[in-house]
């Protein structure tokens, strides 16, 4: 994930929200503050161009849906 | 930016703050403990102790994976990264955690081979890169990174990675909960739970907290208003006499987690009999080992670890700020003697640690309330 100084990366509850822009060889492609990456999709396979996921090491974690507050 | 800004909003946060100020004439004080690490730092980055009452008294928890870590198990990674022929790669926090023998940091300035990486699956591919080297990915984190591990072991089956392994040090968020809720003359009353360590789990994890031990549990996120909101929802379960899990985090919690998640940790990991915890002690089946079918790429089996248990400097009071008994600043050595620049403790190491988020964002405001009782 994107280094940030004032993050953890080891905890995962600094995990971030990221938007698949395009699916390759398996892998999502999201983009976080206007860099892109891979992430492993196999906990969330259905995850599609256009979907917010909970990124963490290098995996998607969970689809981030629209709640009510 | 959408699922973050709506959740910094001040006109929320003012009103959320506004209801918990009424809430607590009818409560009275309400010892909320943040298990989170991430809860802890977001607390103070964001200020918000500033918009509570003085009724609402705000713990910090043991939810730092990186604070938890022996220095044992830190002496064990240095062993194997200074075995010939071997790259040990983690997370670059864990680089800077103090062992018995110094960290790893020190241990690459010596000549071993020390790397971080940001993902188990960056290791593998380091070990796909550099056939010659073994490459070891010294594994830690709660539930929400044991995942990212058991995806990394399934695909060095699937490859049939000859060169790679993983030193789990896995740990497991229930047993901790579980001995803070057992310590004699525990003072916390209500708990915000975990986040993204229950977008794996699920929230329905935590039902043991308020029907075994009569306290209520809010999963919540990170941003202001999150926190803000689930400190509400904690207060309003007292004020109306209700003891429940509730999930604040309904955009990315789930009752039941992530199965596929559960399942993945499950089918490359297995409980250990016990773990030891940096200052809290042993706790039973509270880690992960790799599991025999995956022993190929279990490096506890393919090294010798030295396996000593070392005691935490004398001075430091980690174990009890990561029990929520003490403040970091109630430390002798805080600020002082264990830095962020230069940590003694775990917890000062970390930015999730207590002690470098209370550093990092509210000893100024802490000293100068100190100052007038001549603390």
Do not use: H, I, M, Y
């Given at each position: 994930m994107t280094a940030d100084p004032t993050r953890c990366v080891t905890c995962g509850d600094e995990a971030v929200t990221a938007r698949v822009v395009a699916l390759r060889g398996g892998d999502a492609v999201i983009e976080v503050d206007g860099t892109r990456e891979r992430v492993a999709i196999d906990l969330v396979p259905d995850a599609r161009p256009g979907d917010t996921l909970l990124c963490h090491a290098g995996i998607a974690l969970s689809r981030v849906e629209a709640a009510a507050r | 930016m959408r699922f973050v800004d709506e959740y910094r909003d001040p006109a929320v946060a003012r009103a959320l703050s506004a209801e918990i100020h009424a809430l607590v004439a009818d409560t009275g004080t309400v010892r909320i403990m943040e298990v989170c690490g991430g809860h802890t730092h977001a607390i103070y980055r964001h200020g918000l102790e500033d918009l509570l009452p003085p009724e609402i008294e705000l713990v910090h928890g043991p939810g730092c994976p990186v604070c938890v870590i022996p220095m044992g198990r830190v002496d064990d990674a240095i062993a194997i990264a200074e075995t010939g022929g071997v790259t040990l790669a983690t997370f670059g926090d864990m680089m800077r955690v103090p062992g018995g023998r110094g960290s790893l940091l020190e241990a690459k300035a010596r000549g071993a081979d020390v790397r971080m990486v940001y993902s188990p699956l960056d290791a593998l591919a380091l070990a796909r890169r550099e056939p010659d080297r073994h490459v070891c990915f010294f594994a830690i984190g709660f539930e929400t990174t044991a995942p990212a591990t058991a995806i990394t072991l399934r695909r060095a089956r699937e490859e049939g990675a000859a060169n790679f392994s993983v030193f789990c040090n896995h740990v497991l968020i229930e047993p901790p909960l579980r001995a803070i809720l057992e310590?004699?003359?525990?003072?916390?009353?209500?708990f915000v739970g975990p986040g993204h360590v229950s977008s794996v789990i699920g929230s329905d994890r935590y039902s043991f907290i308020p029907e075994e031990y009569g306290r209520p549990v809010v999963v919540s996120a990170f941003e202001p208003v999150d926190l803000l909101q689930a400190i509400a929802m904690l207060v309003r379960q007292r004020a109306e006499g209700r003891c429940e899990v509730e999930n604040q985090y309904t955009r990315v919690v789930r009752p039941d987690g992530n199965p596929r998640a559960l399942e993945a940790i499950a089918e490359t990991m297995e409980e250990r009999d016990d773990f030891e915890w940096r200052g809290v002690g042993v706790l039973p089946r509270s880690a992960l080992r790799v599991r025999e079918p995956f022993a190929r790429w279990d490096a506890e089996r393919l090294f010798t670890i030295p396996g000593a248990r070392i005691e935490d400097?004398?001075?430091?009071?980690c174990g009890e700020v990561l029990t929520g008994q003490i403040k970091p600043w109630e430390c002798g050595v805080f600020g002082t003697a264990c830095t962020p620049e230069q940590p003694l403790g775990t917890c000062m190491v970390s930015s999730e640690g207590a002690c470098a988020a209370y550093f990092s964002y509210g000893r100024a405001r802490r000293r100068r309330e100190e100052a007038p009782v001549g603390a």
């Open positions: - | 310590t004699p003359g525990l003072r916390v009353d209500a400097p004398k001075a430091c009071r």
